[in-house]
């Protein structure tokens, strides 16, 4: 009798399937353009919740082209965000590494909630001062974040720099659905013109503020990074979708038959079992905007509020499609890496307010 073929179940393309860092991910490639004007090409907001839209498809090669259309979106609250310092990044043989920085000065500027930033540098700067050896935990924030000097100013634009990004920070005492008030500090990339003019065009925006109108555009589509829905430790059936095994089995049906031969003398890494499933960084390309809210548009939180959010009193932005992670997760959005060909306008005809709360 010939063996019967079962094809693999449960990919391990996400392989290892390991918790994530922290609570919003680290973007460390932007794409790059001959453009010639200089814009940002990240952002970061909060996920509200899902709803749905009508909205005219403008696809001529669709088949509803002209019709209009239900879609499934997802609400991000946007805030403006802080632009904290210009950091400019050097080629060596080991890939980029940073060549310098020029902080704002965040005392008169920065927001008031950055202190709990500056915690773990001002312990580090206390051992240095009393002879021990600096903590290893630094502070994100470094101690020269004060007013930039001439010096260091001549000093980063005296080196060959490849790139030139802003270090910004998020205001999330502006959103009343957040629990925490401590801004979140990351990186976002610059495209457009020269290094010299993206310095001297970062160093115009130090200390003051970049909305989501000055990133993106309506229509545009963007890459959303985030940290999906953590589910704990599950076992292989969950995780990973085996089939049950027979009835007749001796001990166990929820977990997997063979784990390798006996020659090998280890499990191999590619033995579906038990672990930690979901709190992953994942990636979803090219999601499209179909919305960036203006003081003219109607709001757009249901009737209760979202769902484990509550209302959205900010700017916010509508994808289309869904996004991963829970609500008042952390999301960042990055110019599409991958673009693919434009469809049409956006033409929203309604926005469904209805209730989330299942009635």
């Not at 191999?268 to 905007?289: D, M, P, S, V, W």
Request: charged share 25%; proline share 6%.
């Amino acid at each position: 009798m010939a063996d019967r073929h079962r094809p693999r179940r449960g990919s391990m393309g996400f392989s290892p399937r390991k918790r994530s860092i922290r609570q919003f991910p680290r973007i460390s490639t932007w794409p790059s353009s001959n453009s010639s004007e200089i814009r940002v090409q990240g952002f970061a907001g909060w996920k509200a919740g899902m709803t749905h839209i009508l909205m005219r498809d403008n696809n001529p090669n669709s088949t509803s082209a002209g019709q209009e259309i239900r879609k499934a979106v997802t609400i991000v609250e946007t805030p403006p965000m802080t632009v904290l310092a210009v950091r400019g990044y050097k080629a060596t043989p080991y890939g980029l590494q940073t060549a310098g920085e020029i902080w704002s000065d965040i005392s008169s500027k920065g927001p008031d909630n950055l202190s709990p930033r500056f915690a773990n540098q001002t312990k580090g700067e206390r051992d240095e001062e009393e002879g021990r050896k600096p903590s290893k935990r630094g502070g994100r924030i470094p101690s020269r974040a004060t007013a930039p000097s001439e010096d260091s100013i001549n000093s980063l634009k005296s080196q060959d720099l490849v790139e030139v990004r802003l270090i910004v920070c998020t205001q999330p005492y502006m959103v009343r659905s957040i629990p925490t008030k401590t801004p979140e500090i990351m990186e976002v990339g610059l495209e457009g013109g020269d290094t010299a003019s993206k310095l001297d065009w970062g160093l115009e925006k130090l200390g003051g503020q970049i909305d989501l109108q000055d990133v993106f555009s309506q229509g545009q589509e963007v890459d959303v990074v985030g940290v999906t829905k953590g589910k704990g430790w599950q076992g292989s059936i969950k995780r990973f979708g085996l089939k049950l095994l027979s009835h007749k089995n001796s001990k166990r049906r929820r977990q997997g038959g063979n784990m390798g031969d006996f020659g090998t003398g280890y499990v191999r890494k590619t033995i579906r079992q038990a672990g930690q499933l979901g709190y992953h960084k994942r990636t979803e390309l090219n999601k499209r905007i179909l919305r960036i809210s203006n003081p003219d548009e109607s709001e757009v939180t249901p009737a209760g509020g979202f769902l484990h959010y509550g209302e959205v009193a900010n700017p916010y932005i509508i994808i289309q499609g869904s996004l991963p992670g829970p609500a008042k997760r952390l999301l960042r959005f990055r110019d599409a890496i991958r673009p693919s060909d434009p469809v049409g306008e956006v033409e929203i005809t309604y926005v469904s307010t209805s209730s989330k709360q299942g009635v």
